[in-house]
């Protein structure tokens, strides 16, 4: 086992939870929380292309705008379903966690987000993640346009 797992795990599990709160009900939204997952600064990646920012105030006015977007569209719950966590060093782990997404409807959508995360003080924070075409695959299941 990944020596960063014991911290790793449990910080997925707490951002799934604030995230499922979020999704059941907006005045649940933890964005604090949420935030707090979050490095500094940060890199998401994705087949479109590779962006940066900051985790400051347009983040924190973007996170309730996405789950809102997330709850339209009938988003009920992000589930972990898998998680491998791989030491890169003293300070830093990858992730690979498998999530199921539940709609409306009993639709469910598979994927797989990479992460890496520094671990220090006993605590961990993502600052960068590797996604797929979320967009892409939210249109083959007939849930945006």
Known sequence: MSRHEAIVRPFFEAYAARMNAALADPDETDTAGLRDAFADY?????????FGGRNGLIFRLALPRGIARYRKIGTLAMDVTGLR????DNFHALAHVDWCARYRGGQEIAFTNIYTLQVRDGAAKIFVWIT??????????????
Not at 85 to 88: E, I, P, S
Not at 132 to 145: I, N, P, Q, R
Request: aromatic share 0%.
């Open 132 to 145: 797929g075409d979320e967009e892409a695959v939210l249109k083959a299941h007939g849930l945006v346009d």
């Open 85 to 88: 966590v791989a030491d890169l």
């Open 42 to 50: 940060m890199v998401g990646a994705n087949p479109n292309g590779v």
